[in-house]
């Protein structure tokens, strides 16, 4: 039983660049979620998913940012235009459909804006 | 609004030593999730325990137990005879009882348990 998995694991791009990021949640489980985490600071919402549909976007989500679920699977999370204070720490999360269950992370993509 | 407080942010004990994780919540729901998750050095995040806001019984798995108090709006973790393993970030989070279950996190916990 395979976990969430993001890949890269580790980006640096310079200011102004755009990135795309990758999640692959476990097979099973149909909400898919997009946080951010910054140094110090808890993880932020930034995007849910029903299956392929986007429900919610977060305010943090501005019209740089993007994110996809093609055909309920993976997920890409993109970043165009890219600013130094882009740099933190993006997590993925999935879990199944119903009321009691906890998200289950991935091990995050780590960005660097020089 | 929802909201998680952890004052705590920085908490150092030595080995053995017991050690107790504060969590503070406000939510208008009457219907809600509160969740532990660890953060070890590596980053990613660890499931620990899931309450429900109708179970206030308290729960043991191990040396982690937690109490949960509607009353005071809490949801503490304790860990007993800490073990240098346990170093990490904890954070507590809490969910709204329907639509998306998106979390609001806490700033986090930073433990240190010294051999």
């Known amino acids: 039983d395979t976990g969430v998995s993001q890949d890269p694991r580790h980006k640096i791009t310079k200011r102004g660049q755009n990135v795309t990021f990758r999640c692959d949640p476990i097979?099973?489980?149909?909400?898919l979620y997009w946080y951010r985490q910054t140094l110090g600071q808890g993880p932020e919402f930034l995007t849910y998913?029903?299956?392929?549909?986007?429900?919610?976007k977060s305010r943090l989500l501005s019209d740089r940012f993007s994110a996809e679920r093609p055909k309920g699977s993976f997920s890409t999370l993109e970043i165009q235009r890219t600013e130094q204070g882009d740099s933190a720490m993006y997590l993925c999360?999935?879990?199944?459909?119903?009321?009691?269950?906890?998200?289950?992370f991935g091990p995050g993509t780590r960005l660097t804006v020089t | 609004a929802q909201k998680v407080t952890q004052a705590q942010t920085e908490i150092s004990v030595v080995e053995k030593e017991d050690v107790t994780l504060d969590c503070v919540y406000e939510t208008r729901d009457t219907t809600y999730y509160l969740f532990w998750y660890k953060q070890p050095p590596s980053g990613e995040l660890v499931f620990l325990i899931r309450?429900?806001?109708?179970?206030?019984q308290n729960e043991i798995s191990g040396r982690y137990s937690w109490n949960f108090q509607k009353s005071t709006s809490s949801f503490n973790f304790t860990i007993t005879a800490s073990q240098v393993v346990d170093s990490a970030v904890y954070f507590c989070a809490l969910s709204e009882g329907s639509g998306t279950y998106k979390y609001i996190f806490g700033t986090g916990t930073r433990l240190k348990v010294l051999a």
């Open positions: 097979s099973e489980h149909n909400r």
């Open positions: 309450r429900n806001s109708f179970d206030e």
């Open positions: 999360a999935s879990r199944p459909t119903g009321s009691s269950y906890e998200q289950y």
């Open positions: 998913f029903q299956n392929e549909a986007q429900l919610e």
